[in-house]
């Protein structure tokens, strides 16, 4: 007979009789891959932010924020914290106007798709290549180092 569980972290149902699980919580069952890969990326919001706001750190604000963004940009909280870590981290904005939130996620979440689409194109193309084919050897001429430049090869399409 079939014992039919929905996954604790995927919401997918599968039958537990058939495929390997754990139990996630007393009486919540979960694909045993899907525990081993689960990240808690609501837990990485809440250390990211705490450690950039400080005092002015608020962890209900921040979680109704995480449901409010959630539902109404239909997002998961891995992209909220990649959101916030392109913004703080990577462009290194100022904290002097999150209040102790994240308001500023639903902002800016079409900027880091952008980017991210843009880092995972630039990835793709960039996957076979090697950088030595580009920048060439260099050479230590009395203490310092100078790179031995490659000759660009003319494409005669650019030349107009």
Same mark, same amino acid.
């Given at each position: 007979m079939a014992h039919w569980v929905k996954c604790y972290f995927c919401g997918k149902v599968f039958d537990a009789d058939k495929e *390997?699980? !754990?139990?996630a919580t007393a009486r919540r069952y979960a694909h045993k891959s899907c525990a081993e890969n689960y990240v808690d990326y609501k837990g990485k919001i809440h250390s990211?932010?705490?450690?950039?706001?400080g005092v002015e750190y608020s962890a209900s604000r921040i979680e109704s924020q995480i449901k409010r963004i959630k539902d109404q940009e239909k997002t998961t909280e891995e992209e909220i914290y990649k959101t916030l870590d392109y913004w703080y981290n990577i462009l290194n904005n100022s904290t002097e106007k999150a209040n102790g939130g994240i308001g500023i996620v639903p902002f800016i979440l079409g900027q880091y798709r952008k980017w991210a689409a843009d880092q995972e194109s630039n990835s793709r193309i960039n996957k076979n290549k090697k950088i030595s084919d580009y920048v060439g050897e260099t050479i230590i001429v *009395?203490?310092? !180092? *100078?790179?031995?430049k490659k000759p660009r090869h003319v494409k005669y399409y650019e030349l107009s």
């Amino acid at each position: 007979m079939a014992h039919w569980v929905k996954c604790y972290f995927c919401g997918k149902v599968f039958d537990a009789d058939k495929e *390997e699980y !754990i139990m996630a919580t007393a009486r919540r069952y979960a694909h045993k891959s899907c525990a081993e890969n689960y990240v808690d990326y609501k837990g990485k919001i809440h250390s990211l932010m705490k450690g950039l706001l400080g005092v002015e750190y608020s962890a209900s604000r921040i979680e109704s924020q995480i449901k409010r963004i959630k539902d109404q940009e239909k997002t998961t909280e891995e992209e909220i914290y990649k959101t916030l870590d392109y913004w703080y981290n990577i462009l290194n904005n100022s904290t002097e106007k999150a209040n102790g939130g994240i308001g500023i996620v639903p902002f800016i979440l079409g900027q880091y798709r952008k980017w991210a689409a843009d880092q995972e194109s630039n990835s793709r193309i960039n996957k076979n290549k090697k950088i030595s084919d580009y920048v060439g050897e260099t050479i230590i001429v *009395e203490g310092r !180092i *100078e790179p031995i430049k490659k000759p660009r090869h003319v494409k005669y399409y650019e030349l107009s």
